[in-house]
């Protein structure tokens, strides 16, 4: 893959990821449709699911909205639901109803209409703050049980 300024390589690293930050989340995000089409080369729909979940999360983050922006959100949404019934058989019980992130997806355009704007809903900046917090209050423990002492630190 060429070197571009704006897409991170993951190389092998991907495999071995077992949580996303949201910055690894946004760099996956401007990949993974390139990546994931050829392996969906027969599969049209889930690759139309895909785009519509891209497109929702790149929109819903713009910093402001227009009743265009909107339009575009809702498309993106009635995408996601035109298609999720594609992912049913890999739900142990052929359910979506009880996803809470998928429910809420549904209440975006509502709340941005009330609110301006989804900006600043997202937990890039609690998540640094944490792990700035968890690594302080290891680096002040002795190391050994160092739960407990990294609890109490900073309270």
Known sequence: ?????????????????????????KDMLKVWLAVLA?????????????????????IAGYHSHT??????LQ????????????FLPYRHNQSIS???K???LFHYIECIKEMDSADNSDTEVSEATHNNLIKDGYRASNKFDY??????WET
């Open 1 to 25: 893959l060429p070197r571009f300024s704006n897409i991170r390589q993951f190389g092998d690293k991907l495999t071995r990821v077992k949580q996303w930050t949201g910055s690894e989340y």
């Open 38 to 58: 050829p392996l969906l080369k027969g599969h049209p729909n889930h690759l139309k699911f895909l785009k519509s979940v891209t497109d929702f999360i790149l």
């Open 67 to 72: 009743e265009t922006t909107l339009r575009y």
């Open 75 to 86: 498309d993106a949404l009635h995408g996601i639901s035109r298609n999720i019934y594609l």
């Open 98 to 100: 009880k996803i809470a």
């Open 102 to 104: 998928i429910h809420s």
């Open 147 to 152: 739960i407990p002492q990294m609890l109490r």
